[in-house]
């Protein structure tokens, strides 16, 4: 890249900067990932610049401080770029008032979380931060960063208990109120966080677990939030571009698509920004946007990801304009997503799905089927074994959600002498360990779907329970291995 100005409060050009000056600090984030900084931070920024407030943020990610010290050298700004073909838009929020990362910071970040000031504690850390089993939908006490931190809260190992350690130092301190406001892909994702962290402080023992518990139940709040944007990776082609729209250097800029959608329970028991002019939209049925979204979008989403790896294709738009993908896409949800659940009453199914679909065609954004296939053992759950017993219990097949079952599987527990190729060895999952043993040994697609299913591990063992799913997840797993990724495709929608 030719020489050029780095990113700071005085080369930031003004057209593009929304805050020119940070607000006094009001939110603690934990998660400094591309998503945040695209979603939360932008229409926070844009409510601050309607109607003021001390609402800046200082930013925490758990395990490394290589974002945070990026940030730092660029006056903890970055730029927001609108990847889409009728946007020129670059935005550089100026919302952060600092940040750090890693466990060396852990003393700074609790000062901020224990500060009066902050009256929110927002989370992006992804589902597997939540340490919640997706057995119980409670605590997963066998994760081992959570046995670390019951026995000893001195430098905790998860968010989880980093969140405890600071309400517990809350409440000795007799701080004020304060919100927890996940922003993850979770089933009721404030309520699960409140659920985890009460489990977790039931856990421990006397004074913290009634100290813990109290703060939780009086002084804290934990709005349900449903949050949408599609985030890629940063590339160096987003470097280029912003050095060619705003002539500076960004090290970090964050690619997005034009559309966001933020839809939140209006429950925070110490104030928030007004994010109602941010384009935010605060509604009684954000169980049901959720709902809506989780299914449609991110079950779509994992079936356009894992089927789509399999046929070689690496970015979403190849993998929506495969014919036979998009046929698999459009029956799934018709048939197997939307009769299970009821839809926002201010939005229109068939609508909601043709923009869907137009989203995913966006081929200059070139999201990967390689990132959301990343941590399908913590993101499926969620997305489809509700669906799955609702249909077992009507006696209603469900051969695209096999599909997704057995396509995954195929990517990242494939059986001996089956090669998923380069995009699916791409991805990453904590659990690549487990699923690896899953298919060592020789075993047969029968074997792995039944050690699966029986061992509970990963899905509730109440799918277990269903002979139909297995049986058509082993089938469609066969078919792939024999025949490939197109003929098991089709083979599922006929059926
Ligand atoms: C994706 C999501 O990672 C995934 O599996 O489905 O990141 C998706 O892009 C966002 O939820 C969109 O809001």
Known sequence: MIDMLRLTRDSAPSSATILSKAPELGIVHIGLGNFHRAHFAVHTAQAIAHSGGDWGIYGYSLRSSTIAEKLAAQDFLYSVVDIHPDSEQTLIPGIHVGASGGPEALAEVLNFLVDERTRIISLTITESGYCYSTET???????????????????????????????????????????????????????????????????????????????INNKASFPNSMVDRIVPSTEERHRELVAARLNIADQIPVPAEKF???????????????????????????????TMKLRLLNGSHSLLAYVGALAGKETVPQARFTPYIESAVRAFMKKEMLPTFAMPSQVDADQYIEDLFSRWSNTVLSDTTARIGSDGSIKLPPRITQTSLWHGQAGNATPLTALILAAWLACVAPPRGFEPGPIARAMKDTALGYLGELSSAGQTPEQIVESLFSEGRIFTKELNALARLKKDVTHCFEKIQSEGIESATLDALNQ
């Open 137 to 215: 939908g409670g605590l997963d006490e066998c994760r081992i960063e959570i046995i670390h931190d019951l026995e000893d809260l001195t430098a905790p190992h998860s968010v989880i208990g980093l969140l405890a350690k600071a309400l517990i130092m809350r409440a000795a301190q007799e701080r004020g109120p304060v919100t927890i406001l996940s922003c993850d892909n979770l089933t009721s994702n404030g309520a699960t966080t409140k659920r985890v962290l009460l489990e977790f402080a039931a856990k421990l023992s006397a004074p913290d677990s009634q100290l813990l518990t109290q703060y």
């Open 260 to 290: 966001s959608m933020w839809v939140l329970e209006d429950n925070f028991i110490a104030g928030r920004p007004a994010w109602e002019h941010a384009g935010v939209l605060f509604s009684t049925e954000v169980d049901r946007f959720e």
